[in-house]
């Protein structure tokens, strides 16, 4: 997080701390999560308050819907160095502490973590300073309503003894990823599928195949919210940029005529067309592409687009040319409730018919926020 946002952000905290109990032995010393000291409707005021503050011109929100408090987090990418398996210390990017268990992860894959620490104990993990050694992350996901988990062991390179050590770990799927570049990533190549390779989560009926390479939102619980109000949302022909595996063309597709997606990372779009399959859902095609080499190209038209971008927000280009489309709806999703702010200018011609903000990260300073505007 930026620090003038931190500093922001725990200038508004400030007030309501100590008014909650810190349910982790780890609050304080893990950089995980900041607002565990904070009681919970007093973590829905203070978002309620930080985004008024960002939008003070422009609208005024009255509350944040709620999510589950703890357990409620799809995924956890636990760093493997210096001996320790857990996460970043709270300030230092370079240390780690060991993490027993986070309660913010789901109980399924917490049971997963317990194993997974315990079996990788001695395994060569990799030292990100001087970039040597093999396992780099072990990464847990789960999806929430269906109960599967996967575990995935990120090593710098392919090594016999992780791959024994993956084979004895209890989890419906298990990869192993190969990263070796020096960046810090917890995501790489599909070496090998020690079994399934994916799984499966469902939304009011509709299932996503959740490979270990692909994003899928964090919060499955506040997610689906989310999705049924998009769905709701949604007409005529619609373009769904950013579409990763594909989860809100699918679902918004029961409600609209057409729905076309679109997505950078070639994986992403291979789910999407599987997660198409999987459903029987024919009105929907997904085109792998940058969303601005696809808007300067479409040929389509479009009555409604969902935007559901990274946190760095949209490209000012891609607003010329979503301009040029003027399609009568846009239906934003961000994570980054300010870079939605600084993108508002470039929609003019547009009205906020509706604004509402999902506690979609509980404990942490982070918020999502969906945003209908409508042609002017
Ligand atoms: C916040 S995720 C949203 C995914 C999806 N809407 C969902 O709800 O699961 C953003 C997605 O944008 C994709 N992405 C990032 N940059 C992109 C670009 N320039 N063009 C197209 N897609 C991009 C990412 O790969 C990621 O899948």
Redesign the pocket.
């Known amino acids: 997080m930026k620090k003038k946002k931190q500093q922001l952000i725990n200038s508004i905290a400030e007030p309501y701390r100590n008014t909650a109990d810190p349910q982790c032995e780890f609050f304080g010393s893990c950089g995980g999560c900041l607002f565990q000291d904070i009681s919970y409707e007093n973590q829905l005021l203070l978002k309620k308050d930080y985004l008024n503050g960002i939008f003070k011109d422009v609208l005024e929100i009255e509350n944040v819907h709620p999510s589950i408090e703890y357990g409620y987090r799809n995924r956890m990418d636990y760093v493997a160095a210096f001996g320790k398996r857990g996460l970043r210390k709270r300030g230092f990017f370079k240390e780690v502490i060991d993490i027993t268990k986070c309660p913010l992860l789901q109980n399924e894959s917490s049971k997963v973590w317990q194993e997974a620490r315990q079996i990788s104990e001695n395994l060569n993990d990799y030292n990100f300073i001087v970039h040597k050694g093999i396992l780099r992350y072990i990464v847990l996901r789960q999806s929430y309503f269906k109960k599967e988990t996967m575990c995935n062991f990120v090593l710098n390179e392919y090594n016999d003894e992780c791959v024994q050590a993956l084979e004895k770990i209890n989890a419906d799927s298990k990869s192993i990823i190969i990263h070796s570049g020096l960046a810090d990533l917890s995501f790489g190549e599909v070496e090998r599928n020690i079994k399934n390779g994916f799984i499966t989560e469902e939304f009011d009926g509709i299932k996503f195949r959740i490979y270990p390479n692909s994003?899928?939102?964090s919060n499955s619980e506040c997610?689906l919210n989310v999705y049924r109000k998009i769905a709701d949302a949604s007409f005529g022909n619609l373009l769904?940029?950013?579409?990763?595996?594909g989860?809100?063309s699918l679902f918004a597709a029961q409600k609209a005529e057409q729905v076309t997606g679109?997505?950078?990372?070639q994986e992403?779009v291979n789910a999407a067309n599987e997660n198409k399959e999987l459903n029987n859902i024919i009105n929907t095609e997904f085109i792998c592409?940058?969303?601005?080499d696809?808007m300067k190209t479409k040929r389509n038209q479009f009555d409604c687009v969902v935007l559901?971008?990274?946190?760095s927000g949209v490209?000012p280009k891609v607003y010329k040319y979503l301009s040029e489309l003027n399609p009568k709806r846009i239906i934003y999703?961000s994570?980054n409730p300010s870079a939605f702010k600084e993108e508002i200018q470039y929609l003019p011609d547009y009205k906020i018919s509706s604004f509402e903000a999902f506690d979609m990260f509980p404990q942490t300073p982070h918020i999502e926020t969906l945003a209908v505007l409508d042609r002017k």
């Open positions: 994003f899928f939102q997610a769904d940029l950013y579409c990763g595996v989860s809100i679109v997505e950078i990372v992403a592409a940058d969303a601005l696809y559901d971008p990274p946190r490209h999703m994570c």
